[in-house]
């Protein structure tokens, strides 16, 4: 069974921290390109961050300095640390994985930022 599951999103004040994982399930197999993306409410998703199995990233402009994905391919698990969060930085976080002609997309975890 194809399965992602995200955990770490919160409240947390402006200035703060968190840190969001998404584990794939064994079955997705082939696993390249993993993200995560974001949609705040009346907007568009965004990419967030990305990384590629060699480990390749980048970035929103917007995260650039704040926001660190990573990767830990044994355990088929992307993590994105959040520091210096803003009050643009809350919304909904989705993590995406990559594995050949398909896209997984988890069900989302919510950050506020909220003092």
């Known amino acids: 069974q194809v399965q992602l599951v995200e955990s770490g999103g919160g409240l947390v004040q402006p200035g703060g921290s968190l840190r969001l994982s998404c584990a794939a399930s064994?079955?997705?197999?082939?696993?390249?390109?993993m993200g995560w993306y974001r949609q705040a409410p009346g907007k568009q998703r965004e990419l967030v961050a990305h990384?590629?199995?060699?480990?390749?990233?980048n970035y929103a402009d917007s995260v650039k300095g704040r926001f660190t994905i990573s990767r830990d391919n044994a355990k088929n698990t992307v993590y994105l640390q959040m520091n210096s969060l803003k009050p643009e930085d809350a919304a909904v976080y989705y993590c995406?994985?990559?594995?050949?002609?398909?896209?997984?997309w988890g069900q989302g975890t919510q950050v506020t930022v909220s003092s």
């Open positions: 990384i590629t199995r060699g480990g390749s990233t």
């Open positions: 995406k994985v990559e594995a050949g002609a398909f896209d997984y």
């Open positions: 064994a079955s997705i197999l082939n696993i390249y390109g």
